[in-house]
Structures are given as C-alpha cells and as structure tokens.
C-alpha cells in the first residue's frame, strides 16, 4: 500500500544546502485510528469530504484530515472535496519536468506568479531531481512512475485538464530513434488503435453478444452456435423466429482491459518503455472521463520527430480521442523562439478539446501545414491536419532574441560545445561541429553545454579564452526559464549536468504561456500582453526589436516600476516584481518512500 504522507510547508533558508521541512500540524482528536492505512478502494468511491467526512464536517481542514488525506492520497486531501463554483480548475501534469509548463500557465494565468485563483494543478514526476526543483519553485508534484497511478482515482473525476510531456529520447534527434522506427511504430499504432476497445469504449450496435447473447456488435445472429443457456439474461422469441434479449441495445462494450494491462500491452508492442509511455495520453482521459470526469482539455508536447517520422501514432491518438467524443484534436509542430525563447525548442504539440474550440482554432485543406511538416512526400498513415492553432490569434509574434542579447553579451562571441579539433581544409570550420555563434538565435540547449567554452570569434576553436560560457542560470534563461530559478539535484555531488539535463528536458515557459492562453479561457486575452512584459524583464534587449504597437501595448507596465529597467538585465525576480524570496515551495510527495 502506498503510505500517506501530508504535504507541509517548507522554509527556505539561504544559507542551507536544502529545503528545510517544517513538522506537519496535527490534530490527534480528529484522526480515526480505525481506519489507518485505508485507501480510496476500503472508502467506496462515491466517498467524499462533502458528504462522509465527519472530521471536516467539525471545522477541521482536509490537510489535518487522517480520512481525507488516506481518501484523496496520493493527491492532495483537499481533492476529497467536490469541485467549487467559481472556484480553481484541477489540473494534473503528467511528467511534470523541473516546471516549464507550470510556469508558463502561473505567467498567463495571474499577476504576480499567483494563479491560485485560476488552477489546482498536480505534477507527476519521476525524476527526484526534476521533482525537487519544480516544488522549490512553488510547484505541487507527486515523486512516482506514472504507470504505477491508477487514472480511475474517484477523485480524478474533478480533474478538468491534463497535459503530457512524455519522455522524448527515442523520437527525437539526439536520441536512437528506436521509436520512429517502421516496425515499431506499426505494432504501437494497434496497441493505440485498441484503446477504445480495451477501455471501454468501442459503440456498437448491440451489446447483447457480450453477456452471451446471439447478436453481433453491428447486426446479424448466429443461432446454430448459440447456447441460450450460456446468457443469463432475459430472453424473448418473437413470432419470425427472432431472438430478442434484454442487453439488445446499442452501446459501449465494457473494457476489455484494466489500465495495468493496457499499459503492458504497451511495453510488449515497443523497445524502449520511454516509447511505451505514449499510450498514457489515452489511457488517463478514456478511463477518467468514462469514470464519470468531468475532463475537459488535453495537451501534449513531444519531440517533432514524432510528427515527422512516426505520424501514424498521432493519428492513432487523433482517432481514439475522437472515439471518446473530443470536438477538437489537433497536432502542430511549434518553435519556442517564435514565442519569445531566447533558444530554439521545435516541439510537437497536440491540443484536444472536449466541447469548446481552443482559442485561435483555425481550418483549412491542411496542404500547407502537412508540406510544412513532410514536404512533398506524404506518410500512408498521419493525423488531419486541417485543423490547427493560431497561438498568437493574428497578433504579432515576439520578437527573436539572440543568445548574446538575452545573456548581455557584446557581439562577436562563439560557443565551443566541443574541445579542439582539427580543421576541415574544405570548410575552414573544426570537423564534427558543436561551434556557433553568440549573435544568433540559439540552438536548443542541451545537457553538454554545462561544460561549453566560449571565444572570439577570429580565435581558434576550442581555445576557451572567454572561459566556460554557461552557469546554469543561464541556461534556464535561454530556455525561457526566470533568473533566479531553483534548479535543484538530489545525489551525490552538485550534480551540474544533471541540473542541465532537467533545462535540455523542459518546456519552454513561454510556449507553456502560448498552449494556456489556448485552452484557459481565462487566459486568451492576457497571455500575450504578459508574455511581452516577461520576454522584457528576462532579456533586456528585447524591448529594442518590438514594434511600435507591442512597446504602446505594454508601457503602462514598462513605466511601472516593477518592469525593471534597461539598464537591468538580470531581473532579480521577473516572476514576483519588488521581491526578492522565492515562493514558498511545497513538499513533494514521494511514492513508495
């Protein structure tokens, strides 16, 4: 059994290596201790705080709640309550991340960092160090492999949205591509392709064949190999010979699956089970919503390459969902630099929703996205592309910010990511690259920068005269991520590239600003406005590129005296203005510990 464990407070102490915790209150009048170590299942699923809790019901809070703590574990306890009106919408982030997506949705959101008021939101996270820096950030998340949770949680019911930032190393570029590969991708497509069926939701015609009846799901009997006595049901004979039962109605099949075995089903069909994560985005909407959800968007973000070279399995995700009833699916590929990111990110992004069009939904042929995504060869299998997202919804695009401008560098800098090597006579350039120049746009920030150099330009590559060219605040700035940020290891050592793994692995805040202003209604017509204010006070530079129109928009808040100034380019807090404290983090909680 899982253990429960509450979250508290957490006090943060500059001179301290880690989060200090602070002694969880308790309330021993209130704790039934004949009912410790229950969980949801010993509750009953239609439990709830509203209705069953007596220790609530007394004035206590679900924090200090043994049942609504056991109930809601390993959510937080007050997720044992029903929803409010008017109040904050839940929202879970599957492999969460060190909080790119959270902090892009806390930027849309609310001035001031505090989105409190717009969203509930709890990460799953399985890497601790990823974990412990999104909770010093101010971010909820739960330490566990996701496929050890069960999306039919009672209290999943209240979820309204869910985004996915699935592992992206066997897509991607960098990676070995072990999940783009034809076979691979083939057998994942019929384990996807399966998900209606093996959780409930394939619509038939007549279900009576599954409780033993003689009808086909779409028609027809088969009298000669049918046993009456194998249905239990009632069964009535018309005058033409005709069979009729009393489960002869159309419908859904029930599933044909638990989730633990849908998710082997998943494993066996690919190489790498990072790959076999993919099949998370359908199992966790198609067994909440048929639990009774309320489930209204769906978000993902992946490498390109999943577009690109294995299209068939966003097809498969496109027609499951549908399955399901979701009015909108739509899959685009997305640069976070055209955002405002100081660095190249080019990600794959898909926005489902339930019954509403996502703000700046757009329809078309989809010739020009699908030539934009696979040139003039088609793939046999590949999602509709006729639909997609203006993010910017006509407005005009951030502007691009050079690796040198964001950093407050002069010009004429090059980044070594490599040592020396000798020169191609062809070229003049040092073979096998990983030289680049400061003074563009740069190129996605990966885990082997921690130990790139930097150097003049007319000087030998790999000569290192400017010294090692990133700490990793920087590198978190490029991304997109606030100065001052608390990248966080946990292990032996001060874990350097560890801390830039989690920055090569993140999405960038400002595409998470981007997908927020989309599907929080709240959101659509402030994203844009904060994000140019946010873009300013992470990157100096940026307010000399803008438009006229973009400098009118904003200079209330550049005039304020919270927007910093050009002469400060190193905001000391761009996400809580005039303070200088962290947020107040959470404590994760850690699954199985």
């Known amino acids: 059994m899982v253990p429960v464990q509450q979250y508290v407070a957490l006090e943060f102490d500059a001179d301290a290596p880690e989060w200090v915790t602070e002694p969880a209150p308790s309330s021993p009048s209130i704790v039934a201790t004949d009912r410790t170590g229950w969980t949801w299942e010993d509750y009953g699923d239609d439990w709830t705080c509203d209705d069953d809790c007596r220790a609530c019901a007394a004035g206590a809070r679900c924090e200090d709640c043994q049942d609504c703590t056991q109930f809601a574990a390993p959510y937080p306890p007050h997720w044992a309550t029903l929803e409010r009106v008017g109040g904050p919408a839940r929202m879970l982030d599957i492999c969460h991340g060190p909080g790119g997506m959270a902090e892009g949705r806390r930027l849309a959101l609310a001035d001031g960092g505090d989105a409190s008021a717009e969203v509930d939101a709890v990460g799953v996270e399985i890497n601790p160090g990823a974990a412990a820096t999104a909770t010093a950030a101010g971010h909820r998340v739960i330490v566990a492999d996701v496929r050890t949770l069960d999306p039919g949680h009672p209290v999943l019911r209240r979820v309204r949205k869910i985004h996915f930032s699935t592992p992206c190393p066997t897509f991607s570029k960098g990676g070995k591509h072990s999940g783009v590969q034809p076979a691979e991708v083939s057998a994942f497509m019929d384990v996807l392709f399966y998900a209606s069926e093996a959780l409930g939701w394939l619509e038939v015609d007549d279900v009576c064949s599954h409780y033993g009846g003689p009808h086909g799901y779409f028609g027809g009997e088969n009298l000669d190999e049918w046993e009456p006595a194998d249905y239990d049901g009632e069964i009535a004979y018309t005058q033409c010979g005709q069979v009729n039962t009393e489960h002869c109605e159309s419908g859904y099949v029930p599933a044909t699956c638990t989730p633990d075995e849908y998710r082997r089903l998943a494993r066996e069909a690919v190489s790498d089970e990072r790959t076999a994560l993919m099949a998370e985005v359908l199992l966790w909407p198609m067994v909440m919503i048929r639990n009774g959800g309320i489930l209204e968007t769906v978000t993902m973000e992946q490498s390109d390459n999943l577009l690109k070279r294995a299209p068939g399995l966003c097809e498969a995700i496109q027609e499951e969902l549908k399955s399901v009833g979701f009015a909108w699916v739509s899959f685009q590929i997305e640069d976070a630099a055209h955002y405002g990111a100081a660095s190249n990110r080019v990600r794959a992004w898909m926005v489902a929703s339930l019954h509403d069009m996502p703000e700046g939904a757009q329809w078309g042929t989809g010739e020009e996205q699908a030539a934009k995504v696979w040139g003039k060869k088609r793939p046999i299998w590949g999602p509709d ?161 803008w438009t006229n129109d973009q400098r009118a928009a904003v200079q209330d808040r550049l005039e304020a005296a919270d927007a910093g100034t050009t002469d400060s380019p190193r905001i000391a807090d761009v996400y809580m203005p005039g303070e200088q404290t962290p947020p107040t983090p959470l404590a994760p909680l850690v699954l199985g510990a």
């Open 385 to 545: 592309l006729s639909m997609w997202v203006d993010f910017y919804g006509g407005r005009t695009p951030l502007p691009r910010v050079t690796m040198a401008q964001a950093l407050g560098w002069d010009e004429g800098w090059w980044i070594d990511t490599r040592g020396a090597r000798p020169v191609d006579p062809v070229t003049g350039r040092a073979k096998g690259g990983g030289s680049f120049s400061a003074d563009k746009v740069a190129q996605c920030v990966t885990a082997t920068w921690y130990g790139a150099t930097r150097r003049r330009a007319e000087e030998p590559q790999g000569c290192a005269s400017g010294g090692r060219a990133f700490a990793q605040a920087e590198l978190g700035v490029l991304v997109g991520f606030r100065w001052h940020y608390p990248w966080r290891h946990v292990g032996r050592g001060e874990g350097i590239r560890n801390r830039a793994q989690q920055t090569a692995d993140a999405v960038s805040p400002f595409m998470g600003m981007a997908v927020t202003g989309a599907v929080f209604s709240r959101a659509q017509r402030k994203w844009y406005r904060r994000a140019m204010v946010y873009q300013r006070a992470l990157y100096r530079y940026a307010f000399e590129v």
